[in-house]
């Protein structure tokens, strides 16, 4: 029953894992008065459909390779990489052994630990506590030390996506970057920090039919953009004033990260005192990002890249956290892209960075893209770009 149930879901676009939510027009006086509602254009709908399962043989090799470098008896996953490592449905524990990887319910998984003899079993984070603690009860001829965590290496397989996975990962930048581009064609003075959020996600709504996001969902206003995060308060932006939107979406089970910065003016000589060189200046460190992003380059070289990049603009030490890291299955996943990682960066690996320049007490800026690594290069995926959307960073009304 779970193999028909979880082939009849890839056959369709259902979404487990999405909140269903009905499809609804928001009021236009939501958006301002006399501010009429953009176009939508929606993008494809996704239908992975039979694909999910072809991938499935490489997948459970390199999960089962786990138990020999790692030394285990028997490995076992969360529900949440069900649909990963099986294709089937998140309701299942993953117990993967030598000679096959199958799923099982709570109970069935000690059952396996006695018919495998186990004696040394590796979890993955996100395991209940008191599940954990049941098993261990069922188990008792197994020390504590005999429970290895063992996310690392389960993430370090995951760090290269397969082609669906890439599609995947694309449409949810799209649909993100759609909604996020909708947010601030809609900008004008006297709109708060709260109605961009509520325009984002009726955006959503219009390209994705439901809302999965972050808990750090992030729109800052004036000087709150010198801020990392800051959550969304009902504070009114006025012109002359940056914007930031900070936010991410799932789709399918896969994550985006994408992050605008804009200035909002009445006429592009009105454009505030510093914003040029600093949007300038992050423009500049995500390109040269994307010019070293390439097989066989180190996370860590793309971090320095950057850096040197602000701080030939004169941006040194302006940038306030790491430049990115890996997304996926999770919205922060393998490879970090750090200054101190020697992490190399190979065909399918997608990463989310974010060069950023901050001038203390006045303004913030930041870009957020998703890359791609291609054979020869890379590729943004998070579509429409900062570029397309508005490259200089002005929005006039």
Same mark, same amino acid.
């Given at each position: 029953?779970?193999?028909?149930?979880?082939?009849?879901?890839?056959?369709?676009?259902?979404?487990?894992?999405?909140?269903?939510?009905?499809?609804?027009?928001?009021?236009?006086?939501?958006?301002? %008065?006399?501010?009429?509602?953009?176009?939508?254009?929606?993008?494809?709908?996704?239908?992975?459909?039979?694909?999910?399962?072809?991938?499935?043989?490489?997948?459970?090799?390199?999960?089962?390779?786990?138990?020999?470098?790692?030394?285990?008896?028997?490995?076992?996953?969360?529900?949440?990489?069900?649909?990963?490592?099986?294709?089937?449905?998140?309701?299942?524990?993953?117990?993967?052994?030598?000679?096959?990887?199958?799923?099982?319910?709570?109970?069935?998984?000690?059952?396996?630990?006695?018919?495998?003899?186990?004696?040394?079993? #590796?979890?993955?984070?996100?395991?209940?506590?008191?599940?954990?603690?049941?098993?261990?009860?069922?188990?008792?001829?197994?020390?504590?030390?005999?429970?290895?965590?063992?996310?690392?290496?389960?993430?370090?397989?995951?760090?290269?996506?397969?082609?669906?996975?890439?599609?995947?990962?694309?449409?949810?930048? =799209?649909?993100? $970057?759609?909604?996020?581009?909708?947010?601030?064609?809609?900008?004008?003075?006297?709109?708060?920090?709260?109605?961009?959020?509520?325009?984002?996600?009726?955006?959503?709504?219009?390209?994705?039919?439901?809302?999965? +996001?972050?808990?750090?969902?992030?729109?800052?206003?004036?000087?709150?953009?010198?801020?990392?995060?800051?959550?969304?308060?009902?504070?009114?932006?006025?012109?002359?004033? %940056?914007?930031?939107?900070?936010? #991410?979406?799932?789709?399918?089970?896969?994550?985006?990260?994408?992050?605008?910065?804009?200035?909002?003016?009445?006429?592009?000589?009105?454009?505030?005192?510093?914003? *040029?060189?600093?949007?300038?200046?992050?423009?500049?460190?995500?390109?040269?990002?994307?010019?070293? $992003?390439?097989?066989?380059?180190?996370? +860590?070289?793309?971090?320095?890249?950057? =850096?040197?990049?602000?701080? *030939?603009?004169?941006?040194? +030490?302006?940038?306030?956290?790491?430049?990115?890291?890996?997304?996926?299955?999770?919205?922060?996943?393998?490879?970090?892209?750090?200054?101190?990682?020697?992490?190399?960066?190979?065909?399918?690996?997608?990463?989310?960075?974010?060069?950023?320049?901050?001038?203390?007490?006045?303004?913030?800026?930041?870009?957020?893209?998703?890359?791609?690594?291609?054979?020869?290069?890379?590729?943004?995926?998070?579509?429409?770009?900062?570029?397309?959307?508005?490259?200089?960073?002005?929005?006039?009304?």
């Amino acid at each position: 029953p779970l193999v028909d149930l979880a082939r009849r879901d890839l056959a369709t676009d259902r979404d487990p894992d999405r909140r269903q939510t009905p499809r609804r027009q928001s009021p236009s006086t939501a958006r301002g %008065p006399g501010l009429a509602r953009p176009d939508v254009v929606r993008p494809a709908p996704v239908r992975p459909g039979p694909r999910t399962l072809q991938q499935l043989p490489r997948r459970r090799r390199c999960v089962q390779s786990v138990l020999e470098t790692e030394r285990l008896d028997l490995l076992v996953t969360s529900t949440r990489s069900t649909n990963y490592w099986l294709g089937l449905p998140r309701a299942s524990y993953v117990c993967v052994t030598r000679s096959d990887v199958v799923a099982e319910s709570a109970g069935g998984v000690s059952r396996i630990a006695v018919a495998s003899s186990a004696g040394r079993i #590796g979890v993955e984070s996100g395991l209940d506590a008191a599940r954990l603690l049941e098993w261990q009860r069922e188990l008792p001829g197994l020390t504590a030390e005999a429970w290895l965590p063992i996310t690392g290496a389960l993430r370090r397989i995951r760090a290269t996506k397969d082609n669906l996975e890439q599609v995947l990962l694309r449409h949810a930048s =799209e649909v993100t $970057c759609g909604a996020v581009a909708e947010a601030v064609r809609a900008l004008r003075p006297g709109c708060t920090e709260a109605d961009v959020l509520s325009w984002y996600q009726c955006g959503l709504l219009d390209r994705h039919g439901g809302l999965v +996001g972050r808990d750090d969902v992030t729109v800052l206003t004036g000087s709150r953009t010198t801020r990392t995060w800051g959550g969304v308060t009902t504070r009114a932006v006025q012109l002359g004033e %940056p914007v930031t939107i900070d936010v #991410g979406t799932a789709v399918r089970g896969y994550w985006s990260d994408v992050a605008r910065s804009v200035v909002l003016v009445d006429s592009r000589r009105a454009v505030p005192p510093g914003w *040029r060189k600093a949007f300038d200046a992050v423009r500049a460190a995500l390109g040269r990002v994307c010019h070293d $992003c390439r097989p066989g380059a180190t996370a +860590g070289s793309l971090a320095t890249a950057c =850096e040197a990049e602000l701080e *030939r603009r004169g941006f040194a +030490g302006s940038m306030p956290h790491h430049l990115g890291h890996g997304i996926g299955l999770e919205s922060h996943e393998l490879p970090l892209v750090t200054v101190d990682s020697a992490t190399i960066l190979e065909p399918g690996m997608v990463i989310a960075v974010e060069p950023a320049v901050v001038i203390p007490d006045l303004l913030g800026v930041r870009i957020e893209e998703t890359l791609l690594v291609t054979e020869d290069g890379c590729r943004i995926i998070s579509q429409p770009s900062q570029e397309e959307l508005s490259p200089d960073g002005v929005v006039v009304v």
